[in-house]
């Protein structure tokens, strides 16, 4: 048997409220003092802070005793228009009708405008073995854009392994939509980490252009062009001094690779991965960074297309277009599988 629970505001405060508890699982309710709220589910093996009325990002995630998010400079989540005002979580929902690092030509915000939206409702759906949160957003404008968006998480029972989901809905009932889509997972940085992926080093390549953000050094320069010349790709988390500013690859059309990508990255005796259907996300992006503020190992952003925005989606041919009333289903598995392998499975 499945209960629902809906999330009212009034169950946050600055005092933490236990909503939940049996053998398993434990949920509970606070309030950042940024007056965000957050909420915790936890098993056997560790725990998720989700943020149920912002985006449903997943600000924290802990298991077997390993912090599996970035070090960056938030301290706590907060409001705001864009992600860059809140750059702190384990993964965010990038989009939905625009994502990553704006072109020359683009006028949307960093990762589109969904990441920080603020949620009209979130309920909790329990059974014996797993927990799932959702929240719901209607996005409408006067002459623009209407859609529907469900993002959810999944925890099972003595796992460390989790779901993300996303179901995106075209609302209009007679004209086409821009869908771009990433599943942002900011992993750790850990140096010495190695990474595997069950498709070619051949498939990935280096990223050309260079985002407004960026300020490249001599050493940067010289170090990406060698990573250029010799077709390389960085599946090594070592010489941390050449991840700043920061390393991007995009791999392209995974669909005609593999049915199923599967990644994972090996942080001593811990394993993280992340995989998803390639019809789904045919794109990928890997993100590495290291720097005294921000440590991040994002190895596996599976998207609908690159990362380069809106305009170079289009010119490219991979921004996707609803159909009125369309609807759109995604899903990846992430977190720890398991003690080190040597490579995916």
Known sequence: MTVR???QH??????????????????STFKYLSKVEGLKIANSRGYLIVLPFEGLMIWDAIFDDLDLKMKNTFK?????????DSYGA??????LLANGNPGVKDTHQPHGEFPLSIMDSSFLEINEN????RSQKEYIKGFGAHYFAEPAVTMTKSSALFDIKMTVKNM??????PLQYMVHLNYNFIEGSKINQNIPDNAFNLRESVPDHIHPTKEWISYTSELENKKILVNSLDNIQYFYPEIVYFADRLDKLTKVAKFSMVMGNH??????????FPYLTRWLMYNPDMQVAAFALPATSRSEGYTQAKNAGSLIFLNPQESRH???TTGLEGQNKKEAK
């Not at 209009?172 to 939509?177: E, K, L, P």
């Not at 394993?271 to 789904?280: D, G």
């Open 130 to 133: 797993e927990i799932t949160i």
């Open 271 to 280: 394993v993280a991965k992340v995989a998803f259907n390639t019809t789904e």
């Open 76 to 84: 706590q989540p907060r409001n705001g228009d864009s992600i860059v």
């Open 330 to 332: 995604f899903k990846v």
């Open 10 to 27: 009034n169950y946050f405060t600055e005092k933490e409220i236990i909503l939940l508890k049996n053998s398993e699982f434990t949920v």
């Open 90 to 95: 384990f993964q965010f929902h990038s989009g």
């Open 172 to 177: 209009s009932n007679f004209d086409s939509m």
């Open 5 to 7: 629970i809906n999330l």
